[in-house]
C-alpha cells in the first residue's frame, strides 16, 4: 500500500445517539490517526473527511447502508450499521501526510446514518430534482422516526423541512460541510426552522446533527414517501 494514497480507515461506528431531547444531540464526527500520531486536523478537515468517508462506505457497501437506512426496526437498522464498521481502504478521504497510513473514524449512528443519506442521494438527483415543496402540515408521523436514535421531535422537524423546502434541504447538502457556503445554506432554512419546530422546542444541535437529520428526512421523502393524507386520497377517488 501506497501511504498518502490509499487510506485503510477503521470505521468504528460508535454507540452514542441522541437522547431524549433535541439540546442534547451530539456532536459531530472524529476523525484520529492510527497507530502512530499523524498531523492534527482542523474541525473543517474532520467534518469533511467524514464526509469523504461516508461516501466511500456507500460506494463499497451501498446494500448494506441501504438496508441500514429503510430498516423495519432500530434493532435491525443497527445491526447493519455494525456490518459496516471493520477496515476500507478509500483514496484521499482526509487531508494527511505520508507518514500517516490511517485514521480511526468515531462517528454516531444517528449522524452517519445522515452522512449515508446524503450518499444515496447523490445518486437520485434526478429524483432529487423533481421533489415538488408540500403545505405545511399540523404533525409529521412517520415510522422511519423510530429507527433513527434521534429524539422524534427532531426528526419531524426534519420531515417538515423535507417536505416543504426541499429544495433547501438539497442547497444544504450540496454544499461541503463546515464551510461558510454551508452557514449561508443553513441560514436560507431558518425560516422552516421555526416553522417546523414543534411549539415550545429548542433546538441546539450541532451543525453535523442537524445536517444528517435533514438529508435523512430527504432520503426517507424519496425512498419511503409517507402515504397520501385521507382527504387528499378521498377527493383523489372522486375524480
Not at 64 to 71: I, P, Q, Y
Not at 95 to 106: G, H, I, K, Q, Y
Not at 143 to 158: L, N, Q
Not at 189 to 208: M, V, Y
Amino acid at each position: 500500500m501506497r501511504l498518502g494514497t490509499i487510506l485503510a480507515l477503521s470505521v468504528l461506528v460508535t454507540s452514542v445517539s441522541a437522547v431524549a431531547e433535541p439540546d442534547e444531540l451530539p456532536t459531530g464526527s472524529r476523525l484520529v490517526s492510527r497507530p502512530r500520531p499523524g498531523p492534527a486536523l482542523s474541525h473543517q478537515d474532520q467534518a469533511q473527511g467524514a464526509k469523504r468517508l461516508a461516501q466511500c462506505l456507500y460506494h463499497l457497501k451501498g446494500d448494506v447502508s441501504r438496508a441500514a437506512l429503510l430498516a423495519p426496526s432500530k434493532q435491525a437498522a443497527d445491526a447493519d450499521l455494525d456490518r459496516l464498521k471493520g477496515e476500507v481502504s478509500c483514496f484521499g478521504v482526509i487531508f494527511s501526510n505520508d507518514l500517516v497510513e490511517s485514521r480511526e473514524a468515531f462517528i454516531p449512528n444517528d449522524i452517519l446514518r445522515g452522512m449515508l443519506a446524503e450518499a444515496a442521494l447523490e445518486r437520485s438527483r434526478q429524483q432529487v430534482a423533481a421533489l415538488q415543496a408540500m403545505p405545511l402540515q399540523k404533525t409529521y408521523q412517520r415510522a422511519w422516526f423510530a429507527v433513527t436514535g434521534r429524539p422524534p421531535s427532531v426528526d419531524e422537524m426534519g420531515a417538515c423541512i423535507a417536505d416543504t423546502n426541499p429544495a433547501g434541504v438539497t442547497a444544504l447538502i450540496s454544499t461541503k460541510p463546515a464551510t461558510p457556503e454551508e452557514a449561508a445554506a443553513f441560514g436560507n432554512i431558518t425560516d422552516n426552522l421555526g416553522k417546523c419546530l414543534t411549539a415550545g422546542t429548542q433546538l441546539h444541535a450541532s451543525p453535523e446533527a442537524l445536517r444528517a437529520a435533514l438529508a435523512e428526512a430527504l432520503f426517507q421523502r424519496v425512498n419511503a414517501p409517507a402515504p397520501a393524507p385521507a382527504a387528499a386520497t378521498s377527493e383523489a377517488s372522486k375524480k
